[in-house]
């Protein structure tokens, strides 16, 4: 007997796309405003400001143990700090929102190549296949926008810094991470990242902001359906199913984040990179579709 998973966890993968692959032409626009810490800092202080009422309402279960408490909270530095603030650096660098998603986009292959060791997941030959396809996909895009512009090479060894933070930080969540509260395990996390991020401005930048319309919208979608949203539903995903098939996603990540930079920040995307978002959609599919299970 198999058991239905709800609707929020099937329409999770499409939903979370769209939130993370929106976010990297969201912040880009946002460091025209602010610097990469500053910016950081700001809004993890803002998320934690909307999450202050309700833990004070809900008063959701704290972590049980010490280990379970830094758990969450390394979690939080890998993902918040090493991943968004190298990511950062490197978009203030001058690499493309599409650049630093290509990069990031190879977290499926380190993820399978490390789960078996590191969670116990045993990736199937149809799934490598999937992976395979998926990072064909990827270097079509990468191929492809190679004619458009070359990247600040020291911006894509941060872009490299930052997959290394993400790959991480989800199995180390997927080893050791406990079903935590929603609200408990982002404010941990965040208050890790403002614990981080906030020195490092206040040592080596100006804390200017330009604040406008625009700076604004940006900082609602970032701390509301980058920080707040996605990475909520990133969490759960990783919890309620297989590593290497929720990393999957991030495959579609490169051609997704161009179609927001597009009209964002006007970083053309080349006909050749729409074969690119072909072949790595058929790898996630092949990647995410779970095994029928055997009679008997």
Known sequence: MTSQRPLWLIAAPAVFLVLWSAGFAVAKLGLTHA?????????????????????????????ASLRAWVDV???????????FGLCYLAFKSGVSAAGVAIVV???????AL???RFVGEIVSRRAWAGLGLGLAGALVVILARAQIQ?????????????LIGITAGTLYEKRFGISQHPVTSNMIQYAVGAGFTLPLALMTESLAISWDAEFIAVMAYLVVGNSLLAMSLLLAMIRAGEVSRVSA????????SALFAWPLLGEAMPPLAWAGL??????????SRKPKPKAG
Do not use: S
């Not at 070359?150 to 930052?162: D, F, K, S, Y």
């Not at 072909?278 to 990647?287: D, K, N, R, S, T």
């Open 35 to 63: 610097e990469p810490m500053t910016l950081l800092a700001l809004r993890y202080c803002l998320v934690l400001a909307v999450l202050l009422p309700f833990v004070l309402i809900l008063r959701p279960p704290m972590p």
């Open 73 to 83: 909270a390394v979690v939080g530095f890998l993902i918040q700090v090493g991943y």
């Open 105 to 111: 986009c190879l977290q499926p292959i380190l993820v």
């Open 114 to 116: 490390i789960a078996p």
């Open 150 to 162: 070359a990247e600040n090479p020291w911006g894509l060894l941060a872009a490299v810094g930052g």
């Open 249 to 256: 996603l991030f495959y579609l990540v490169p051609a997704m």
């Open 278 to 287: 072909a072949l790595a959609g058929a790898g996630v599919a092949m990647v």
